[in-house]
């Protein structure tokens, strides 16, 4: 596993321990923020206008 993924499961498992949350509840309730960042992941990804505009409007 990559120190990412170690970073991104022990604030998992902290945030619910802290909230007294079982980790399915959590990821249960992250998921649509997790779908939000896979969708923008994609965009960026596969449309190369959306990411190359900020640097052409800045004349880059």
Do not use: N
């Not at 909230?19 to 449309?47: C, D, Q, S």
Request: positive net charge; charged residues 15%.
């Amino acid at each position: 596993m990559t120190e990412r993924g170690v970073l991104i499961q022990s604030v998992l498992f902290e945030g619910s321990a802290v909230a007294k949350l079982r980790i399915g509840e959590v990821t249960k309730a992250m998921m649509p923020f997790f779908v939000a960042l896979f969708t923008v992941l994609l965009m960026v990804t596969y449309l190369p206008w959306l990411s190359l505009w900020l640097p052409r409007t800045m004349g880059l």
